[in-house]
């Protein structure tokens, strides 16, 4: 429970598998368990919300496919429910994970309300919208316009608050608050998880992402094809979507008895505490959960060294960070840590410790809540000045 007066939020991001929506989830439960009451607005229930859990509810946004559109719209629908939910539940805020399209939605949908029922809007840049559709002219003005008129505008990390200055000129306010994690109690055990996937003595290395490109899927791997001995490890894949597009890879570079692939994994928190090291071959990162997950489980990644990845691992003591494109620098560097079970250790301890000392619900709540108490405020007095 927190010690602030209770707040009513809404909360609006993608449910589907995503850092994004996964970091919104985390953090309603987590105001939810605080005392504060929690509206999830998106087209599903977010994948990872626990059903019944009190002080979240849901509110699903319903899409019309309209014989007249070529394309269905969401937008309008998003804000007409956000700005429904605003009204019915006297929210004080709502945030936004992700620009588009549910920073944009949320300021129309504060447009559509009388004063008094106006929530704050808060903008959480997660990284693709940055960096990605911040550079598209299809949405760039959209996104600027969104960043401008939110009351507050928050980045998961140091680089990415740099990379919306510079990709989208922006010269507001923008505070950094980074991702964070509080691990579920797993279900199995290590070694119920270990012989489920088959593994016996080797290493257990982990991926866990929604394979998109920047992911490089390619050269995720191209690593663990040249990782030697060859049978000294396993690469177990958590897929967030489907992995056929890569099983032909897999079958080329001779990897199909190396690799296992787990698709839409719910209980993730059974593989992390299986897993020996992580690795991710990103091109572009503005964070990754997926690294601050394993830290947790004392799990060390093998990383490229972009973004805002070294924002979360500490090179050499947390983990081991590889020039982006460097495959053979990266194999070498997974190959060390299988060597080397004490300096996994080590490094997989010091990882935990930075997670939790710097990473932490307990750390990174209080920030939001500290955010969400200021505007509105400033909002409840902006109104009453205008009645
Ligand atoms: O997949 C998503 O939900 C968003 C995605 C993206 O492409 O923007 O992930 C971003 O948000 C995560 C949570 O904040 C970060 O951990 C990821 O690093 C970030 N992905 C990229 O920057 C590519």
Do not use: W
């Not at 007249?68 to 019915?88: G, I």
Request: hydrophobic share 40%.
């Amino acid at each position: 429970m927190s010690l602030r007066k209770p707040m009513k939020i809404g909360m609006a991001c993608y449910p589907s598998v995503g850092g994004s929506g996964i970091l919104a989830t985390s953090l309603g439960e987590e105001l939810a368990l605080r005392g504060h009451e929690v509206h999830f607005i998106s087209y599903e229930r977010p994948f990872r919300l626990p059903p019944d859990m009190p002080g979240i509810r849901f509110h699903p946004v319903r899409i019309s496919d309209y014989g007249l559109f070529k394309y269905p719209d969401y937008t309008l629908p998003l804000s007409v429910k956000m700005a429904e939910v605003s009204r019915e539940f006297r929210l004080d805020v709502i945030h936004a994970h992700y620009a588009v399209p549910h920073a944009t939605a949320a300021l129309l949908a504060r447009e559509m309300l009388p004063p008094e029922f106006q929530p704050g809007v808060i903008t959480t840049l997660h990284g693709t919208d940055t960096t990605l559709l911040g550079r598209d002219p299809g949405y760039r003005p959209a996104i600027q316009y969104a960043l401008g008129r939110s009351d507050a505008v928050t980045t998961v990390s140091h680089f990415l608050e740099k990379e919306t200055r510079r990709i989208l000129g922006v010269e507001r306010p923008i505070e950094t608050v980074h991702n964070f994690f509080r691990p579920h109690p797993p279900r199995r055990s290590r070694a119920e998880v270990r012989a489920s996937l088959g593994i016996a003595e080797e290493v257990m290395i982990l991926h866990s992402s929604n394979l998109r490109t920047p992911k490089r899927i390619d050269m995720l791997l191209e690593v663990a094809s040249r990782i030697r001995p060859a049978d000294s490890f396993r690469l177990v894949i958590l897929a967030g979507a489907s992995f056929a597009p890569f099983e032909e890879d897999v079958r080329r570079l001779g990897l199909a008895e190396r690799v296992l692939v787990r698709e839409k994994v719910l209980d993730i928190e059974d593989y992390l505490q299986a897993a020996d090291i992580g690795l991710y071959t990103s091109e572009v990162e503005s964070f990754c959960l997926s690294i601050l997950e394993g830290m947790y489980f004392e799990c060390p990644s093998v990383a490229s060294c972009v973004g805002g990845i070294p924002e979360v691992v500490e090179d050499g003591v947390s983990g081991s960070l590889i020039p982006f494109g460097d495959l053979d620098g990266m194999a070498r560097a997974v190959e060390r840590l299988l060597r080397d079970p004490v300096r996994r250790q080590a490094m997989g301890s010091a990882a935990r410790k930075r997670a939790q000392g710097r990473y932490s619900a307990d750390v990174i709540v209080p920030q939001y809540e500290a955010l969400y108490d200021r505007i509105s405020r400033s909002e409840k007095s902006a109104s009453a000045g205008n009645s």
